[in-house]
């Protein structure tokens, strides 16, 4: 009897040591029905970028704050992963940290913790993984890649052997990143645009020019081609 009560005892420690190290380790906001990517690109458009015209290409200035990012994150989270029950964004000096709450058990919610640095590289925006926490507890990054599941048609690609995520690969080539910094308050990206022709100005148009405004260009164009 004894000896059954000690293991019984062991057992429950050992629960609540489990529960110690994979448990939450921050408080985050719950995932729900949120603007889709596309039109949170067209909303935050016209207070977060600028425009530098220096006698050479001009260059697109992108501010993020940090709210920013998180709309940007739940939004793709909703949109791509359902078992995501919860997300949040830290923004801190040359880093990102990411919390992501899911159930690894069915009976207990666990966090993981995805500690991040963007670059710009080679005109694309890239992510360097610096390390995965579940709660408390570091995972190598070998299993992080295994059990990561990138739609290949989307516009996010990996690197494994660099831990390295390229985002917004759908972006026309003539969209280069030029920089990505982060503070504790905002994420500074800046590219560089190439414009040979009328083909370059209507690719990145969706991308610059607010939605109420393409269609009141569309609108005169349409006019004046009657």
């Known amino acids: 009897m004894r000896k059954f009560i000690a293991v019984i005892f062991l057992f429950i420690i050992l ?16 995932l729900d029905q949120t603007a889709s990517l596309s039109s949170l690109a067209q909303e935050k458009s016209a207070h977060a970028t600028s425009l530098e015209l220096n006698g ?23 949109e791509n992963d359902e078992t995501v029950e919860g997300a949040e964004a830290e923004l801190l000096p040359e880093h990102i940290k990411f919390y ?8 207990m919610e666990s966090q993981f913790v995805v500690d991040v ?13 610096n390390s995965v ?5 570091p995972i190598p990054m070998s299993l992080v890649w295994d059990r990561l599941n990138i739609d290949e048609s989307s516009d996010v690609t990996v690197d494994k052997d660099m831990n ?3 985002l917004l690969n759908n972006l026309p080539d003539s969209i280069s990143f030029e920089q990505a910094d982060t503070t504790d308050e905002y994420i500074n ?30 609108q005169k164009l349409n006019l004046f081609g009657q």
């Open 189 to 218: 990206l800046s590219a560089s645009v190439t414009i040979d022709s009328l083909r370059d100005i209507i690719n990145i148009a969706p991308y610059l020019i607010p939605k109420d405004i393409q269609r009141n260009l569309s």
């Open 117 to 129: 640095t963007p670059n710009a590289e080679n005109g694309k925006l890239v992510l360097k993984v």
């Open 56 to 78: 050479g290409s001009p260059i697109l200035g992108y501010r993020l704050s940090e709210s920013d990012v998180n709309d940007y994150l739940r939004s793709y989270l909703y």
């Open 100 to 107: 992501i709450n899911k159930h690894v058990v069915s009976f």
């Open 133 to 137: 926490h579940l709660g408390r507890m």
């Open 164 to 166: 390295e995520i390229t």
């Open 15 to 30: 629960l609540f040591g489990l529960y110690f190290f994979i448990s939450p380790v921050r408080n985050v906001e719950k």
